[in-house]
Nanobody, 122 residues
Framework: QVQLVESGGGLLQPGGSLRLSCAAS????????MGWYRQAPGKQRDLVAA???????DYLDSVKGRFIISRDNANNTVYLQMNNLEPEETAVYYC????????????????WGQGTQVTVSS
């Protein structure tokens, strides 16, 4: 069993900042990558940012320069610092982790957090 527990969502005004956290626990042999997605009502879930165990980072173009993803490998935790947020970025933000659950399992599996609401409104 693997669990991803997110925290840090909330309500804020346009231009504000927020930091999301996500901690993975359970049956984990290794974590290949962790990331953040978001989904607004009626829209698809989009990748916002991701970081691999080797430190390779990818961002959605619209958040480059404003969002920063970081990872604490020792504690299986990923963070997303979001700055200068815009109303259009109101969404449920989901943490994801690509995990190899055991030494005998060559494949990785994607796990999801429960989601945390971020609302940007004046």
């Amino acid at each position: 069993q693997v669990q991803l527990v997110e925290s840090g969502g909330g309500l804020l005004q346009p231009g504000g900042s927020l930091r999301l956290s996500c901690a993975a626990s359970g049956s984990i042999f290794s974590i290949v990558a962790m990331g953040w997605y978001r989904q607004a009502p009626g829209k698809q879930r989009d990748l916002v940012a991701a970081v691999t165990s080797g430190g390779t980072i990818d961002y959605l173009d619209s958040v480059k320069g404003r969002f920063i993803i970081s990872r604490d490998n020792a504690n299986n935790t990923v963070y997303l610092q979001m700055n200068n947020l815009e109303p259009e970025e109101t969404a449920v933000y989901y943490c994801s982790a690509d995990i190899r659950p055991g030494r005998l399992f060559p494949s990785t599996y994607r796990y999801w957090g429960q989601g945390t609401q971020v609302t940007v409104s004046s």
